[in-house]
């Protein structure tokens, strides 16, 4: 089946530790994203790209960081500067401006730290 | 002002009724306009697309878009305790312009009771 792909769904960090979110889609998209969702916050963009080997900073970048080395795949690292990254982390793909920049999401990892 | 408005509700309502989900925003250069559906705990799925004004229907699904009101809709008819969930408005300008980024609404909460 064609669609994305976050792993893990549930993620425990400890205070001070990075951990990296992956995510992969088969969906041949050129574009791909992270958003943040928090209670109230609605979606907030943390990282996009839209070709591989480039990647721009979204609102809230800030302790974060993302690579693009294939196509398919755009993980995304919460470092240890992030003040408050327990959060609901979304993944999406689009094909990219030729589309209406509409994207599709993959459902979701939960870190909490602990 | 924010770039885009939506009433978080909680909104509760009785199967079988008609729901209508509101958005307001500011940017005028705004012409891709999107809903999406969150079930709990889950990815946001597209369930809606409209480009500039009008109206697009699919199936019990009613998107509206009011450009010179700078406001869309989504109608739900005959609904159902399925489409319990959290609709999210999206809109995003013309590619290669400041304002290609998709723009998420904050959601609105629907319960549809038995």
């Known amino acids: 089946d064609g669609g994305i792909t976050q792993s893990p769904k549930y993620l425990f960090r400890k205070e001070g530790q990075n951990v990296t979110l992956s995510c992969e889609q088969n969906?041949?998209?050129?574009?791909m994203y992270w958003y943040r969702q928090d209670p109230g916050q609605g979606l907030r963009l943390i990282y996009y790209?839209?070709?591989?080997?480039?990647?721009q900073k979204g609102d809230i970048a800030e302790g974060y960081s993302v690579s693009r080395e294939k196509k398919e795949s755009f993980p995304l690292t919460v470092t240890s500067a992030q003040k408050n990254p327990t959060a609901f982390y979304l993944c999406a793909s689009s094909f990219g401006p030729s589309s209406g920049n509409t994207i599709y999401f993959g459902e979701g990892s939960w870190l909490t730290v602990v | 002002q924010k770039e885009v408005e939506q009433d978080p509700g909680p909104l509760s309502v009785p199967e079988g009724a008609i729901v209508s989900l509101n958005c307001t925003y500011s940017n005028s250069a705004f012409q891709y306009f999107m809903w999406y559906r969150q079930y709990s705990r889950k990815g946001p799925e597209l369930l809606m697309y409209?480009?500039?004004?009008g109206n697009k229907e699919d199936g019990r699904f009613t998107a509206q878009v009011d450009k010179s009101s700078k406001y869309i809709s989504l109608f739900i008819r005959d609904s159902q305790p399925s489409d319990s969930a959290t609709y999210l408005c999206a809109m995003s300008g013309r590619s290669g312009g400041s304002n290609y980024k998709l723009t998420f609404g904050k959601g609105t909460l629907l319960t549809v009771n038995p």
């Open positions: 969906l041949n998209h050129d574009a």
């Open positions: 409209t480009y500039s004004s």
């Open positions: 790209s839209q070709i591989v080997n480039d990647f």
